[in-house]
């Protein structure tokens, strides 16, 4: 019997249906088609306050990721992600800001780790960052962002077919010596704020 003759008379409507975008299935899996050259799924899970994050919001992290990883490839430094997710009950007992940015999960804490250098190597970061804001940048997955309520935060400026983004969003600068209040917060609100000194 030849394939003309078996094939079913409805397989053309079947061929033209849009095709389904498969979900990662874990957290891991999500962060791993991120690509990232300097940041692996398991410390970014470590920094993570409060359990993992809901899988409704694994969409919102993905600008910061891609804006960070670049970062830290163009400073060529050792950097740590010192916080990601935290969850509402982390971030209150943990002193975090009531309208954070990390139970959103659209930011993360920074710290270049230089030793002597580490005041200079953070401002290096700080402006690198705030130099890229307006720039576009590129995902190698498609994303969706999901607003939080009472969160400020607004859609960023992207490209569904290319799966491109401009950054632009908040920029935190912690200068103080001494572990852990020495790094740089970064997060992707689609809005430019700033705060802490230079
Ligand atoms: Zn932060």
């Known amino acids: 019997m030849s394939d003309a003759i078996s094939a079913p008379p409805w397989r053309g409507a079947l061929v033209s249906e849009p095709v389904a975008v498969r979900l990662p299935a874990t957290l891991t899996e999500h962060l791993e088609g991120l690509q990232l050259r300097h940041f692996s799924p398991d410390e970014i899970i470590r920094a993570c306050g409060g359990g993992e994050p809901p899988w409704h919001l694994w969409g919102n992290i993905v600008p910061t990721l891609i804006v960070a990883d670049a970062a830290r490839e163009a400073i060529g430094r050792p950097t740590k992600i ?56 590129f995902s190698p997955v498609p994303f969706k962002r999901v607003e939080v309520d009472c969160v400020p935060f607004a859609p960023l400026d992207t490209c569904a077919g290319c799966y491109s983004f401009i950054f632009e969003g908040g920029i935190g600068r912690y200068p103080a010596p001494g572990w852990p209040k020495f790094f740089t917060h970064l997060d992707t609100r689609g809005i430019r704020a700033d705060w802490g000194a230079r």
Do not use: C, I, M
């Not at 969850?87 to 002597?116: C, I, M, R």
């Not at 200079?120 to 130099?131: G, I, N």
């Open 82 to 137: 010192t916080s990601a997710w935290r969850s509402d009950e982390y971030n209150w007992q943990n002193g975090g800001k009531e309208y954070s940015q990390h139970p959103t999960f659209t930011a993360l804490d920074l710290a270049v780790l230089v030793g002597s250098w580490k005041a200079r190597a953070q401002r290096e970061l700080q402006d690198l960052l705030a130099s890229w804001r307006g720039r576009r940048f």
